[in-house]
């Protein structure tokens, strides 16, 4: 009848609910008509007696699965009705009726807007504990997949008795274990991993499986699986990380772009390289995704994944996602993008050292702007830290919103974050108001100081000597921290001696100039260490390899950089610049020569004339513990005390068997030979043959070499070139091919001029003073 009184009984009622579910029916088709509506109706006026628990389950089973749509399609009292009969009668369930309502009451929560009552959550705990034994390995699965769904909290005892079934169920009929099980338990353990603790023997089990049955797998299942057992931190192994490398080069064009992100964040976590191939295979995935997979929040996860390799997509993909999309994006406020996708996204622009265009940051800086309250700690801190990174500053307006985050913050900030945010303002030369300097000197008073890494003591002490040099405030640092991160900081600046192949190349061309030079000087306050210093000048040449510059725009510096030159300058340094790309141009040893006349003349104002005119050659800087530079009125270039003489046998001894490797010297890799050292900390393919790959040592005559002494073997090799030492233990190398070298540009006739070519009864020496 039309008032749900007809003679449809229970059996009846959850026998239709069945068949329409079955037939692909949906609540929401359902929602216009009367089936439906009297079907439930019927179900209202039925006791609890009247059910056996296969009739609960099954209609449990049928609503959940025509759930295809909103939420305001479901009966929550029918719904709630169902959930009061399984929890009085639970301990009358099978395996499988368990199993199914728990996966039924998750499939209602697909938007997170149903939560079971306490007391029924208790029942399905102890309904899984009595019926362990029981379940079939796809029903226990579903009882993994619906726990993470509906994020319940079971007690220890029900998940080891689930970890300890799910075992037994692989280890005794692992052919009916199928892929689905394997990553939907993976699954699982991401994102419930606070309760679903998983063991080491099952992720073992687990493991051994998707190798077994890896073909079987789709897509979707093989990215959620290694998705997981990322997130367990649990690398299940050398055969299964190359077959999904293969299978993912191959077919990865083919993936949806999530599966292409979580793939790559989890090699990520697992500290596994994906390899160039997949790389690719997944930038150009990002560069052709449609409009309609095209989101934000897609473009933020993918670049977040791969700046963890350090992998910048081609430029026609970052024009269109990133300079065109994103950036409309931003600038429309209907779009709801959150705080942690605008730092995430900075962020990974950052670490790729990608500078967007001006479009672009003007909308990022006025959506940061208007989110600023709603940030994280972290995100204040990686948005600040990118930011200097880029070099680029936004306005004192975002820097102040960003400064009281800060304030706000201060004592939740690891060291990691107080030293990345006080740097950012010493990059930008931006000082915050005098309270919310109070506040980091005494946040960086309460930090506990052997718990500090290497590079927080760096980053701390370059930001104290920047707010000291350049703000209103003073040091930061005092007492034993400050000494800890000095020492930490001169000990970097002594030991890290490094020469690149580009680096050797301007010596050589300064030396066949005959200009004498010293090589990785440090100054007299052993604060700094540049790359090549006019000897009696306080003039440095820095020899910028691609680490230097931005990835899209290599005129321009990272914020590291042009922290550093200011320090130089403030000191009374007048520093040149050698950048790769420039040098790689020259192709001659003439080339080479008149490029550096003119570098030296353009910034330093020096003539080649003005630099012959100190005696001495090729100084290799000698660092000891007490060691200085030449800064300063203090002797230098050459001018240092006797024990140097003492000590240049030692220091730079012959080649063969008598060269030793010398105190304070390089820590990087020794390499296999001069022509294949290893790379350190360059870009390039290392040893003296990469552009910017930083010798760390060598090998003459099976002697290991530091970085010095292979630079001076490799010298002595060099048949166009006397190496000699003066009485103050100074390398002296001398062209053996003087008359066109150095004649050329001691001549009166030839001198260099400002227009980048030699010219006759030119510029005279000290026309520009600036650099003396």
Known sequence: GGDGSG???????????WGLANCGCTLKEQSDRDTMRLLLTR??????????????????WAIATMHQDEDEYIDREVVKLLESHVRETMDDFIPQGVANCLWAFASLNKNKTYELEPDTVSQFGR???????????????????????????????????????LCECIDSDPENFSTQSVSNILWAQGTHGEVLVSSERLLRML??????????????????????????????GTELMDRIRDVWAREGHTYNISECSNLVWAFSQLKENPGDAVLRVVGARLGMLDPAELSAHTVANVMYSLAQFEYLPQKSTMDRVMEDFVAQSLRNYNVEVGTQMLSNLFWSLGTLKYKPQ?????????????????????????????????????GREVLSAFAEMCSRFIDRFTAQGVANTIWAFSVLDFWPEERIVNQYRARLASLEIDKLTKIDLIQLFQSSLAFETFSPYGPLLEGELNAQARAVWEQTSRSRITISSLHRAVSESLTRMGIPHEIEHLTQDNLFSVDIALRGRKVAIEVDGPSHFFANKQDERLGADVLRGQFLAHKGWTVCSVPWFDWRTLTTMDEQCDYIANVLYREAGLSVRDALQVPGGVRLSRRSDRGGGGDGNLPEFGQEDNSNAASAAEAFGGLGPNIKPRRGSSDGPVGEGFDGGGSGEGVGAGGFNGIDGDVGGGTFNDVKLDAMAAYEAKMRMDNSVDVTYNALGSMVMTSKEEDQWQGRYS???????INGARIAGGVRGGAMPKGG
């Open 7 to 17: 003679g449809f009984g229970v059996r009846e009622v959850s026998s239709t609910l």
């Open 43 to 60: 179900f209202a006026r039925f006791r609890r007696e009247d059910y056996s628990n296969q009739n609960l389950s099954n209609m449990l």
């Open 127 to 165: 309904g899984i504990v009595r019926n362990i034994r029981g379940f079939k390995s796809m029903e226990l699965t579903n009882v993994v997949w619906a726990t993470a769904t509906l994020q319940i909290n079971f007690p220890p005892q029900v998940m080891e008795a689930i970890d300890a079934g």
């Open 207 to 236: 493991a051994w499986m998707a190798c077994r049955k890896f073909d079987m797998f789709t897509p979707q299942g093989l990215s959620n699986s290694i998705w997981g057992f990322a997130h367990a931190g649990y690398n299940p």
């Open 358 to 394: 001006e479009e672009f940051l003007s909308a990022f800086n006025a959506r940061a702007l208007a989110e600023a309250h709603n940030f994280t700690d972290q995100g204040v801190s990686n948005v600040l830290f990118t930011y200097a990174n880029l070099n680029v500053n936004p």
């Open 747 to 753: 001549s009166n006739n030839d001198e260099y001029g």
